[in-house]
């Protein structure tokens, strides 16, 4: 067993003032003795109080020095470095690393816990048997550290416990542990190799962890302690180098002199090149302003069974293997002739190479000092150089993230968008509610879109705004309304799910119930959202202006109607097809409408007129849809729930024209029901959020303005779609050019290019097309300043506000049947059979009556002579021939 060295090379210079004091009380006692006599030893009066005086002192110091390394330990910290895809480390970024680690080692009083100062580097496996890197240092060296780290560009830092520790081990007694402890085999005055950073020099360490599986027990720790020398450490280890290096020099020299030290005429061709090996070795470790370190090697190997643990322990140590040179690592113990070798797994030295293993001690076997050059290839993560896939890694190479508040479920004012990692494990961050106008998700389905913006939304709905989710699935339905069941947001909540899961009760929506929107903006509505679902555009003008026609005749008419008889979409049929109805209706509409419908109208073919009807006959055949759209009086306003803060819940079906048509009309609705409140005082125009998914099925120019307009009146906007390029291209440039933030998980090559040239080129677009669930690239604005893309994990609702209020679905049911907004499909369908004869009746009624008020008026002057220059009444009505 080789025991540590203490040579004269191991300064400690307080405990050296110690020995001297008491080796001057020894020689004031040896001066009182005679000479020949040692019986005439006499101590002096104080002699003894010094020697016993230093003693105390002595211990006293030791003891404090204890105390001070075990407090240091207690406090170390360890984080996991996780390089990007392309990162990559120059040797100046290695040597300007290790530079201001250096710093470390001058630190004042640093002599008293000095061993438990040592930079850890741990190379590790992970559950899959990626090679893990780790950092450890004491608690106070984290500042340090952290200033040191941003010498690299693309390294993220990460919470051991979120990478490592939700491995299950084998175990204890079937597990076999092998460990073992390096030194340099010669002085440190011979130099290891100074390996090239390309190829990495981790390469080999992340083949020997490869297929590594923790859950099975097996696992492998290589842990290289480093600790600076500085101060006047550093004069005297370089002074003792350079006595060692002219000794080895003249060993080399002196086979090459003669008898009687003459030189011989010829030199020996391999002692020329022993010499100039030699000197280029002693260059590196003799350098100036070389960067020196003491180090510790310790390697632990784990597995269920001592084969399968002997074979890790043999893949570590052939790790080693490329850093030998003139100098080089090997195992510390002793070989008996080869028939066994007493290293640290002897019972003696377990115990110590077990503690410096848990507690990271400083306390090697001999002394070995290094430089930089030797030591590189650990100074750093794994870089692009290292081939192996088994490397656990960020992804794309991106800036670090902002420096964004965490999130809190208690403030209002931040927006939760997902976690970031740091030296403290992932927090969630929030982005500013005041710096949000639109954000735009994209990526993979599944991938966590979703989620993160119902996330987002949940959290807004119970801070008190209002808001409205479209999801033409349904599926995140469910988990918004399990978190809005708590007294004050379950009365502001409205529910239409039209979706498998729906029922057949709805409230009922009116598009052409005029109550606080203008006639004008709720046809354009109607008009974008059957051009939007039935695919419409710039060169169908005869069916668009039909359309039109047809929805300002309703809106027409819908004025002249009490509430309970105003129109629905399912008057378009009649309109379109029932001439004796819509000759009933003309009187009541502008003279500008009155001519379409009496002179080009009936010049159009059926086809022009069949694709509407048609589509509003299906709208129709489904009783969800009809109890929905069928009522004349409404339930439910849009206008109202942007000024009341409702929240509202939005599932149109997925699939067909009819479920594209019911959401155009929902999301159109929304942006002309916001744009109405332009006469309000800009304070006064409460905040209303629109979640968007699958943000294509409503692409038109409408969704542009949404983004160009909408935050003037109020309207924030979280549209998602898996393709940007599904949008129209003035949609995809409106919302780039408006978005607050943007997140993006997995896309396909072309969709990620688009999303990088908006990025300016940053990452790369392959960085994109790798991404795995749940994790993003984002730019987000903070302060009114645009961040750079930086790396971001998605956040479940459940993860950002924790596990939704017990008994909450039955509250919120509860609530919505007390509102009164859903009304049952057998009396709406009963009402709509019935309407068109009861507007007929209510609008006859009102000629009947109009007419008898005109016949009873008195005649005037004039009126005998034809009428000529008579003004028309306002109460008259010019009525076609019946």
Not at 574 to 599: C, K, M, N, V, Y
Request: charged share 25%; with cysteine.
């Amino acid at each position: 067993m080789t025991g540590r060295r203490r040579g004269p090379d191991d300064p400690r210079p307080l405990l050296a003032l110690l020995a001297c004091a008491a080796g001057y009380a020894l020689l004031r006692l040896v001066d009182r003795l005679g000479p020949g006599r040692l019986s005439h030893l006499v101590a002096g009066p104080a002699a003894l109080p010094i020697a016993l005086g230093a003693t105390v002192i002595a211990t006293a110091l030791a003891r404090q020095r204890h105390v001070a390394t075990r407090r240091t330990l207690a406090s170390r910290r360890a984080f996991v470095v996780v390089p990007a895809d392309e990162f990559d480390a120059a040797p100046e970024l290695v040597g300007s690393f290790a530079a201001q680690l250096a710093r470390s080692g001058r630190r004042i009083g640093g002599w008293w816990d000095r061993r438990a100062s040592a930079l850890r580097v741990r190379l590790t496996n992970d559950d899959d048997g990626r090679l893990v890197y780790l950092l450890d240092v004491a608690e106070r060296d984290l500042s340090l550290l952290r200033g040191a780290l941003r010498s690299f560009r693309g390294v993220e830092l990460r919470d051991p416990a979120d990478v490592l520790g939700g491995a299950a081990a084998a175990p204890v007694d079937r597990q076999t542990t092998l460990r073992t402890e390096l030194v340099l085999a010669r002085p440190y005055v011979e130099p290891l190799a100074r390996l090239p950073l390309d190829p990495d020099p981790l390469s080999p360490f992340a083949a020997a962890l490869a297929g590594l599986d923790r859950g099975r027990g097996e696992r492998a720790d290589v842990c290289i302690d480093l600790l600076p020398i500085g101060g006047f450490r550093v004069l005297w280890r370089r002074w003792w180098m350079r006595r060692q290096a002219l000794r080895r020099t003249e060993a080399v020299e002196l086979p090459s002199s003669g008898i009687g030290g003459e030189r011989r005429g010829r030199l020996d061709p391999g002692e020329m090149a022993e010499r100039r090996d030699l000197g280029r070795g002693l260059e590196v470790k003799l350098r100036g302003g070389a960067t020196l370190f003491e180090a510790q090697v310790l390697l632990a190997a784990r597995a269920p069974d001592r084969s399968r643990a002997e074979g890790i322990m043999r893949g570590l140590l052939a790790a080693f293997g490329p850093f030998s040179d003139r100098n080089w690592l090997r195992a510390s113990g002793l070989h008996l002739a080869g028939l066994a070798f007493l290293g640290s797994d002897l019972p003696g030295r377990r115990r110590s190479f077990e503690r410096r293993l848990r507690t990271g001690l400083f306390r090697p076997a001999r002394r070995n000092v290094v430089t930089t050059a030797e030591v590189a290839g650990f100074l750093k993560p794994p870089t692009v150089n290292c081939a192996s896939d088994n490397v656990l890694r960020s992804g794309a190479l991106l800036a670090p993230p902002p420096d964004l508040p965490e999130f809190d479920p208690g403030r209002g004012d931040l927006i939760p968008i997902g976690r970031v990692s740091g030296e403290q494990g992932e927090r969630i961050v929030g982005v500013r509610a005041a710096d949000t106008f639109f954000t735009y998700l994209a990526g993979r389905s599944r991938w966590g879109k979703t989620a993160s913006a119902t996330t987002m939304f949940v959290h807004l709905a119970r801070s008190g705004h209002g808001g409205l989710f479209l999801d033409p699935h349904g599926d995140a339905l469910e988990e918004i309304k399990a978190y809005l069941g708590e007294d004050g947001v379950a009365e502001r909540v409205v529910v239409v799910d039209l979706g498998p899961g729906g029922g057949d009760d709805q409230p009922c929506w009116n598009l052409f119930e005029l109550r606080g929107v203008d006639a004008e903006d709720r046809v354009e509505a109607v008009v974008d959202a059957f051009a939007t679902a039935m695919g419409w555009g710039e060169r169908s003008t005869r069916a668009i202006n039909l359309i039109t026609q047809t929805a300002s005749a309703l809106a027409a008419i819908s004025k002249e109607l009490p509430p309970e008889l105003a129109p629905t979409v399912f008057q378009i049929p009649t309109l379109l097809t029932d001439t004796s109805w819509r000759e009933a209706i003309l009187p009541f509409l502008p003279e500008g409408s009155q001519s379409f419908w009496r002179e080009r109208f009936p010049r159009l073919s059926d086809e022009a007129v069949t694709p509407l009807t048609n589509l509003v006959d299906r709208l129709g055949a489904s009783r969800r849809t009809a109890a929905l759209l069928g009522a004349s009086r409404s339930t439910l306003s849009l206008r109202e729930a942007m000024d009341a803060g409702l929240i509202v819940l939005f599932c149109p079906g997925g699939g067909g024209t009819r479920e594209r048509l019911i959401a155009n009309l929902a999301a159109f609705d929304v942006f002309y029901s916001a744009r109405s409140r332009g006469d309000l005082d800009p304070r006064d125009r409460r905040l209303f959020w629109l979640g968007l998914d699958e943000a294509q099925t409503y692409d038109s120019d409408t969704l542009a303005a949404i983004e160009e307009q909408g935050a003037k009146f109020g309207l924030r906007a979280i549209v998602m779609n898996q393709n940007p390029e599904r949008l129209r291209p003035a949609t995809l440039n409106s919302l780039t050019t408006n978005r607050s933030h943007m997140m993006v998980s997995a896309l396909n090559a072309r969709a990620a290019g688009l999303v990088t040239k908006e990025w300016a080129g940053e990452p790369s677009p392959e960085a994109i097309t790798r991404l795995p669930r749940y994790r993003f690239i984002a730019q987000v604005t903070d302060r009114g300043e645009v961040s750079r893309p930086f790396a971001l994990r998605g956040v479940r609702v459940g993860d950002a506000l924790g596990a939704p209020p017990a008994g909450g679905l039955e509250r919120l049911e509860g609530a919505i049947r007390c509102s009164g907004r859903r009304r049952r499909s057998a009396e709406v369908l009963a009402e709509r059979a019935t309407l068109d004869s009861r507007i007929v009746g209510e609008l006859g009624s009102r000629r009947r009556g109009a007419a008898r008020r005109s016949a009873a008026r008195p005649r005037r002057r004039g009126e005998d002579c034809g009428g000529a220059g008579r003004p028309a009444s306002a109460d008259s009505f010019e009525v076609g021939p019946s």
